[in-house]
């Protein structure tokens, strides 16, 4: 038996009230799979083939850049995977594809072209990609992919929408030490991808018609409007305007078609207000990491800035505006064990995240959080590119689950269904391990 495999089956042994498609899900997450030549997409800056291709539709999320990643940078791996079945019987289970070369897991077709996911050599889950969509296969006037201006994640659950590229934070002082967004506009660049640092509202209005006219099943319920921090002004708006007029024009020419979301800084309240007016229903004021001196340490540009105590306030102060439901910030699980600052025991890492976690949940707002991938270009990826303990994140899914019950809270509005087998919220396992809960929550809530 490999380590990996006898490191996973532990902890299944070890927390059995935590699903097992979470545990494979977290460990695929923060340390990545590699792709065999039979199960890349074979699409690369187009999409005209079979499977839904991964869109870098914000950071990279891979273990190596472009050029490190060969074949599956040409030929580009799906955008995300779907587990099923194996030894394990595992349940449907939705995972965004984060490629490292060098991981223990793989995916693979076998003799009869079935494809399968393989970890220490031994096939363990069946895997099921995202066909490509119809509305992929349309380009807007100009000729530009719909993939480039509004990619779908979440098996179609969620149009990603990054109009702005790259972040005001910039370089070292600056960046958060996690971020590599700045990074993957230059590497796309570099290998001549389309890529646009800017988005136009008229393109993104154009590839929602498509998207509109071709999602017949609607599968496509929300929209997220971000992109990178802006410290002064981009295209001649400030942060509240610049991210509002893409939600002002999706809500006047789609009134209520998607729930609108946005991950913006912790604006003040009166910006806050302005997202909300444009007809934004979820804002997320990322908190990133809860620990006073790590938030401090990795994200140099907004402590400046804003400052952490002034940021955690801004957050109290939107559940006015949006209702305490509505207000979803997320943060990177995994950074708070970064070497060489972060905490060197599990059992300090959850106890911190466990403090920030009851200190919104007490206010009626539940975080969310995305598992931390540990890209090279960033500094804390380049230093820890094993991440985060496995430990780390099956116990967060734990301390999360029960500090949610403290507070009588539920899986928040705007992701999808919950429950193992059902989720689809594919970049943390956060959805998978909540129970199972009725639709009506796919509505955005009016009030907290
Ligand atoms: S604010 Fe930080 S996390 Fe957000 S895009 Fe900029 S560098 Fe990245």
Same mark, same amino acid.
């Given at each position: 038996? !490999?380590?990996?495999?006898? +490191?996973?089956?532990?902890?299944?042994?070890?927390?059995?009230?935590?699903?097992?498609?979470?545990?494979?899900?977290?460990?695929?997450?923060?340390?990545?799979?590699? =792709?065999?030549?039979?199960?890349?997409?074979?699409?690369?800056?187009?999409?005209?083939?079979?499977?839904?291709?991964?869109?870098?539709? @914000?950071?990279?999320?891979? *273990?190596?850049?472009?050029?490190?990643? !060969?074949?599956?940078?040409?030929?580009?791996?799906?955008?995300? $995977?779907? +587990?099923? !079945?194996?030894?394990?019987?595992?349940r449907r289970t939705v995972v965004s594809v984060r490629v490292n070369p060098r991981s223990p897991y793989r995916v693979a077709a076998d003799d009869e072209g079935m494809l399968g996911l393989y970890l220490d050599g031994k096939r363990i889950a069946d895997v099921g990609v995202p066909p490509m969509p119809e509305y992929y296969r349309h380009t807007l006037a100009n000729g530009k992919s719909v993939m480039e201006v509004a990619p779908t994640i979440q098996w179609g659950y969620l149009i990603y929408l990054t109009v702005f590229r790259v972040c005001q934070y910039f370089g070292a002082k600056e960046e958060c030490q996690y971020c590599d967004i700045n990074h993957n506009w230059r590497q796309h660049k570099a290998a001549g991808r389309p890529y646009t640092g800017v988005k136009d509202v008229e393109e993104v209005l154009e590839a929602l018609e498509i998207i509109d006219r071709y999602d017949t099943q609607k599968a496509s319920t929300a929209y997220t409007l971000t992109g990178g921090a802006i410290t002064s002004k981009v295209a001649g708006r400030d942060e509240a305007d610049f991210y509002g007029h893409y939600a002002k024009a999706i809500e006047e020419r789609f009134p209520g078609r998607w $729930?609108?979301?946005?991950?913006?800084?912790?604006?003040?309240?009166?910006? &806050?207000?302005?997202?909300?007016?444009?007809? &934004?229903? @979820?804002? *997320?004021?990322?908190?990133? &990491?809860?620990?006073?001196?790590?938030?401090?340490?990795?994200?140099?540009?907004?402590?400046?800035? $804003?400052?952490?105590?002034?940021? *955690?306030?801004? @957050?109290?102060?939107?559940?006015?505006?949006?209702?305490?439901?509505?207000? $979803?910030?997320? =943060?990177v699980a995994g950074v708070e064990m970064a070497q060489p600052h972060g905490f060197t025991t599990v059992d300090e890492a959850i106890a911190s995240t466990t403090e920030g976690l009851r200190f919104f949940m007490s206010h009626g707002i539940t975080p969310r959080f995305t598992t931390w991938c540990p890209e090279p270009t960033t500094p804390l990826g380049k230093a820890n590119p094993e991440g985060a303990p496995l430990e780390y994140h099956i116990r967060l899914l734990d301390a999360y689950r029960s500090t949610m019950e403290d507070f009588g809270l539920s899986s928040p509005p705007g992701y999808g269904p919950a429950g193992a087998g059902r989720a689809v919220f594919s970049v943390s396992s956060f959805m998978d391990s909540l129970p199972a809960d009725d639709e009506a929550k796919e509505t955005a809530g009016t009030g907290d």
């Open positions: 038996m !490999g380590s990996r495999t006898a +490191l996973v089956e532990d902890l299944m042994e070890r927390f059995p009230h935590v699903p097992r498609e979470a545990v494979f899900k977290e460990d695929l997450l923060r340390g990545g799979v590699a =792709f065999d030549s039979s199960a890349l997409s074979d699409t690369a800056n187009e999409a005209a083939g079979e499977v839904k291709p991964k869109s870098y539709f @914000i950071f990279s999320f891979d *273990h190596g850049t472009l050029p490190e990643l !060969g074949e599956a940078a040409l030929r580009r791996p799906p955008e995300e $995977i779907v +587990l099923t !079945g194996g030894p394990y019987g595992l $729930i609108g979301k946005v991950v913006a800084q912790a604006l003040p309240k009166a910006d &806050v207000q302005r997202f909300k007016d444009y007809g &934004v229903q @979820i804002y *997320h004021p990322n908190f990133e &990491v809860w620990d006073r001196r790590l938030f401090e340490l990795y994200c140099p540009g907004k402590e400046r800035y $804003i400052g952490r105590d002034e940021w *955690h306030k801004r @957050i109290l102060d939107s559940a006015d505006v949006f209702g305490a439901r509505n207000v $979803i910030p997320n =943060f």
